[in-house]
T-cell receptor
Framework: GNSVTQMEGPVTLSEEAFLTINCTYTATGYPSLFWYVQYPGEGLQLLLKATKADDKGSNKGFEATYRKETTSFHLEKGSVQVSDSAVYFCALRRTGGGADGLTFGKGTHLIIQP | KAGVTQTPRYLIKTRGQQVTLSCSPISGHRSVSWYQQTPGQGLQFLFEYFSETQRNKGNFPGRFSGRQFSNSRSEMNVSTLELGDSALYLC?????????????FGPGTRLTVL
């Protein structure tokens, strides 16, 4: 079946540090890949997505590249801010006929200290 | 454009009762999915509706059910509540048919079962 593996954390960084959150996946076919972010007390917000191999998703300074050969979709940001503190979820979804819901990783709790 | 709305935001029930949660998708979106979020199991897919028909279903017991109305609004029902049903229930909507489009999440309904 489908699965997503990501570091759970918490990951603690200082402001302006470089961020990498690793995400690897197992899936049949060619899934679409997503990063969602959840701030305290809120639902999930789509951060970025990629729908095919070598696609790069980007938003708000965050980037992730769909690497089919390593089945990975690592999230990166060059300089984090205190406001980036949140839980980040990597997710996949099979596309096309017979597609089911999103499969999520366990989430990575990110804490940015001033 | 208004986002996905969920009502109520908070709910407290006792074991054995039943509960109905409501979700209004983004205007124009025709697909609605439901997810359960718990600290132990993380985010898990419940079911997905499109054009008033359940298109996909996750691995949950029959106590969990849902439906979608002609205006795309959706409800989910949990009967004979158990303590383990305490969770954040998230609704997500997407524009078109399942598996083809990005899902946008609401703020969730926090259900506490005593």
């Amino acid at each position: 079946g489908n699965s997503v593996t990501q570091m759970e954390g918490p990951v603690t960084l200082s402001e302006e540090a470089f961020l990498t959150i690793n995400c690897t996946y197992t899936a049949t076919g060619y899934p679409s890949l997503f990063w969602y972010v959840q701030y305290p007390g809120e639902g999930l917000q789509l951060l970025l997505k990629a729908t095919k191999a070598d696609d790069k998703g980007s938003n708000k300074g965050f980037e992730a590249t769909y690497r089919k050969e390593t089945t990975s979709f690592h999230l990166e940001k060059g300089s984090v801010q205190v406001s980036d503190s949140a839980v980040y979820f990597c997710a996949l979804r099979r596309t096309g006929g017979g597609a089911d819901g999103l499969t999520f990783g366990k989430g990575t709790h990110l804490i940015i200290q001033p | 454009k208004a986002g996905v709305t969920q009502t109520p935001r908070y709910l407290i029930k006792t074991r054995g009762q039943q509960v109905t949660l409501s979700c209004s998708p983004i205007s124009g979106h025709r697909s609605v999915s439901w997810y359960q979020q718990t600290p132990g199991q993380g985010l898990q897919f419940l079911f997905e509706y499109f054009s008033e028909t359940q298109r996909n279903k996750g691995n949950f017991p029959g106590r969990f059910s849902g439906r979608q109305f002609s205006n795309s609004r959706s409800e989910m029902n949990v009967s004979t509540l158990e303590l383990g049903d305490s969770a954040l229930y998230l609704c997500a909507s997407s524009l078109t048919a399942p598996g083809t489009d990005t899902q946008y999440f609401g703020p969730g309904t926090r259900l506490t079962v005593l």
